[in-house]
């Protein structure tokens, strides 16, 4: 196979006419030719961490329309799987992901359970870790959550950082807002990425202590705007992903959006793709071609280097997208869960209460941090209830493994004025999470999802959306084209029932996040992530 285009050298930085020969999957040859195609020919685009089931699909169906935006391989934590079937889930990962052509690079997650202050459907050791980093279909150790137990020296985090020093497999890191003498010690452990900065003058000090910083662009989290000016200095140390994505946006667009505004703010093209094609590539030996002779034929054709309309994506000389259409191919796959708790009743969901004022979690557009503030609470006949008026709603984690009682907390900021949402994906132990305008609804939308065994849904009375994911509880049996579809429906009633929040399903299943500061709820109860302690719901 011959292909003729403007080959883009990253490398030299170089533009030419040229033309690639391709044989057996690999680059044969690129000679200089002069010829009348004017599109673009640029090694694929690579997301450097996502968690493929946040786009609730499972990795053969993610391919399917990655592959249309220009994407050839993902770096990719199956740490929410891992939660809910531990090592067995990570292994599902990679095999289904074997069946299609995009290249996953999957990791061992590090941090299963992220905490001890929640229910996981398994536990992950030391032991474990050691077996996947062993495994050649492992890349690297998976984000290292538990930055307390790296500052603090347990011994069974060390073991974990251990193992992939001695295998030399990367160890990526999370740790947001962590400075100064902290994130020294952090890195000193041998962590070398982070996505999880939200200033500039965070991401600015982890990158001159050299660590690399990856600018994250989900679908709640969206870091772009705070770091992005950050990238002419420190291009060779950054990288771009979404880590969560929702199928609806993805089906948008990918790691070429963020190069098509980087671009646009006027930043070097070189610069912007030494970020998203090559970087990745060098930093976690990414089994990727970079368009260069006897690689791997890993490349996409784009109509020019603003908008990055991909026209065509090429994986080891394979054409899986042209157009608008994919060509990676249906697989069957299987259904693994892990959903045992019983469906619940009204009781479940009353708290009493005669307190002046409780700690609320302050939801925050866009961010996965949230704040602590104290708001004077509704009493109705001696029971806190949701106070649409404030704005201040119940919330209720529903442990999905065992029969225990819900925990219950307020939030503020989903702005909901009648009925309720919920969601069993819900990271990182993927419990139910609910937030709503009255026990009933909250009810009706908790008993939706365990019938179920996992969803997103939005209830209203007798009206009821849902999208069930019986693939973990969180993950669709569906094509991505038909999840995006449900999805879409469950989020515009979701907004129709008065949420302003631009992703109120990506936000809220963050909302059990508690290695994320400040306030947040497990199925255990309120927690504060600055204090690593829970706390109580009235204010002393």
């Not at 000193?188 to 991401?203: K, L, M, N, P, R």
């Not at 200095?233 to 963020?258: T, V």
């Not at 997208?321 to 249906?330: E, L």
């Not at 969180?474 to 129709?496: C, F, P, V």
Request: some cysteine.
């Amino acid at each position: 196979m011959q292909i003729q285009g403007q080959i883009v050298d990253i490398e030299n930085r170089r533009i030419y006419s040229g033309e690639i020969t391709v044989e057996n999957g690999k680059i044969k040859s690129i000679i200089e030719k002069e010829h009348s195609v004017k599109t673009f020919i640029l090694p694929g685009f690579i997301d450097a961490h996502i968690h493929i089931e946040s786009s609730m699909l499972v990795p053969s169906e993610f391919a399917k329309i990655a592959v249309l935006h220009g994407t050839v391989a993902t770096i990719s934590d199956p740490h929410e799987i891992a939660n809910v079937l531990g090592v067995a889930g990570v292994h599902y990962m990679i095999e289904n992901g074997k069946k299609v052509p995009l290249k996953f690079h999957f990791g061992a997650p590090s941090c299963v359970p992220a905490t001890f202050f929640e229910t996981a459907g398994a536990v992950i050791d030391s032991d474990q870790i050691a077996a996947l980093m062993a495994s050649p279909d492992i890349y690297y150790l998976s984000e290292m959550m538990n930055y307390p137990g790296v500052l603090f020296d347990d011994e069974e985090v060390l073991k974990k950082l251990a193992w992939a020093k001695q295998f030399n497999k990367p160890i990526d890191g999370h740790a947001p807002g962590l400075r100064g003498e902290p994130i020294k010690k952090y890195i000193s452990a041998g962590i070398s990425t982070d996505h999880e900065c939200f200033t500039y003058d965070e991401a600015a000090e982890k990158l001159s202590l050299g660590m690399k910083v990856l600018i994250r662009e989900g679908s709640a989290a969206k870091n772009f705007e705070a770091l992005i000016d950050l990238l002419p200095e420190n291009y060779e140390n950054m990288m771009f992903c979404s880590d969560d994505k929702h199928p609806d946006d993805l089906i948008l667009g990918h790691i070429n959006l963020l190069c098509a505004r980087a671009v646009a703010k006027g930043f070097d093209v070189f610069k912007v793709l030494q970020m998203a094609c090559v970087n990745p590539v060098d930093h976690y030996k990414m089994d990727v071609g970079l368009l260069k002779e006897n690689d791997a034929a890993d490349f996409i054709v784009v109509e020019d280097l603003v908008h990055f309309k991909v026209k065509e994506t090429f994986i080891n000389g394979e054409l899986v997208a042209q157009n608008g259409q994919s060509f990676v191919k249906h697989v069957d796959f299987e259904k693994p869960n892990n959903f045992n708790t019983a469906k619940k009743e009204i009781t479940d969901f009353e708290i009493l209460g005669s307190a002046e004022k409780i700690r609320v979690i302050e939801a925050l557009e866009g961010q996965l941090i949230t704040n602590e503030i104290h708001c004077k609470p509704r009493i109705v006949d001696g029971k806190l209830v949701s106070d649409v008026e404030t704005d201040n709603l119940k919330m209720a984690v529903v442990n999905r493994y065992a029969n225990t009682p819900p925990a219950i907390a307020f939030i503020k900021n989903f702005g909901l004025k009648k009925g309720a949402i919920a969601s069993s994906v819900a990271h990182d132990c993927h419990n139910i999470v609910v937030v709503g305008t009255s026990d009933e609804e909250i009810l009706s939308a908790v008993n939706l999802l365990i019938e179920n065994t996992g969803g997103i849904c939005a209830v209203k009375g007798d009206v009821k959306k849902s999208l069930a994911l019986p693939v973990a509880g969180i993950m669709s049996d569906q094509n991505g084209w038909e999840a995006a579809r449900l999805y879409q429906e469950i989020d515009a009633m979701a907004k129709e029932l008065g949420s302003s929040l631009k992703a109120p399903f990506m936000t809220l299943s963050f909302m059990a996040l508690l290695v994320i500061p400040d306030l947040k709820l497990s199925d255990k109860g309120l927690f504060s992530g600055n204090s690593f302690s829970f706390v109580d719901l009235d204010v002393e």
